[in-house]
T-cell receptor
Framework: RKEVEQDPGPFNVPEGATVAFNCTYSNSASQSFFWYRQDCRKEPKLLMSVYSSGNEDGRFTAQLNRASQYISLLIRDSKLSDSATYLCVVNIAFGNQFYFGTGTSLTVIP | EAQVTQNPRYLITVTGKKLTVTCSQNMNHEYMSWYRQDPGLGLRQIYYSMNVEVTDKGDVPEGYKVSRKEKRNFPLILESPSPNQTSLYFC?????????????????FGPGTRLTVL
């Protein structure tokens, strides 16, 4: 079983739409959680960390449900520039191994 | 400028010819890591290091070696490359902290090395 599973998509949404991505992880000992963004086989870049209480950064909202071992990312008012692959990342035991989901592809259409 | 650098960016080689991909960071990070990215499989961790002279295997260490003699450098060594090691490789670094629920574990990635083994 994969440590981190994501719906690969692709998600094709019109500008201004709201889109949600989900991710599940298998190791209950997982300590920290992140969403990264990757453009066109370039290096991944941190979009946001995911806190237990949920957190928001502008149009982006991340949620963590430890009981269900589930992480989500909500993007509101999608922009063309949001088109990318979104990677769910889980860190086991702080600073040790990181596990990446295979990524969810998003294309925002004019 | 804070950054992670990798060299070379592109490499085509032949089976069995030893190669080294260098990685260097200028952020004084304790933690460094190597990943490979393959279609449909995502990024998979090869090796990681929590400090100088401390390295550990990730998910897919077979066929790779690393060393961490200095804090800033973390080279990836392929002693005898094979075609199944053709991939996109990323080096990353971060602070090492046990602090809960913050972005201190944010990893900064290098630009990637595209390796083809014929």
């Amino acid at each position: 079983r994969k440590e981190v599973e994501q719906d690969p998509g692709p998600f094709n949404v019109p500008e201004g739409a709201t889109v949600a991505f989900n991710c599940t992880y298998s190791n209950s000992a997982s300590q920290s959680f992140f969403w990264y963004r990757q453009d066109c086989r370039k290096e991944p870049k941190l979009l946001m960390s995911v806190y237990s209480s949920g957190n928001e950064d502008g149009r982006f909202t991340a949620q963590l449900n430890r009981a269900s071992q589930y992480i989500s990312l909500l993007i509101r008012d999608s922009k063309l520039s949001d088109s990318a692959t979104y990677l769910c990342v889980v860190n086991i035991a702080f600073g040790n191994q990181f596990y990446f989901g295979t990524g969810t592809s998003l294309t925002v259409i004019p | 400028e804070a950054q992670v650098t990798q060299n070379p960016r592109y490499l085509i080689t032949v089976t069995g010819k030893k190669l080294t991909v260098t990685c260097s960071q200028n952020m004084n990070h304790e933690y460094m890591s190597w990943y490979r990215q393959d279609p449909g499989l995502g990024l998979r961790q090869i090796y990681y290091s929590m400090n100088v002279e401390v390295t550990d295997k990730g998910d897919v260490p077979e066929g790779y070696k690393v060393s961490r003699k200095e804090k800033r450098n973390f080279p990836l060594i392929l002693e005898s490359p094979s075609p199944n090691q053709t991939s996109l490789y990323f080096c990353a670094s971060s602070l090492f902290t046990s602090k809960r629920e913050d972005s201190y574990n944010e990893q900064f990635f290098g630009p990637g090395t595209r390796l083809t083994v014929l």
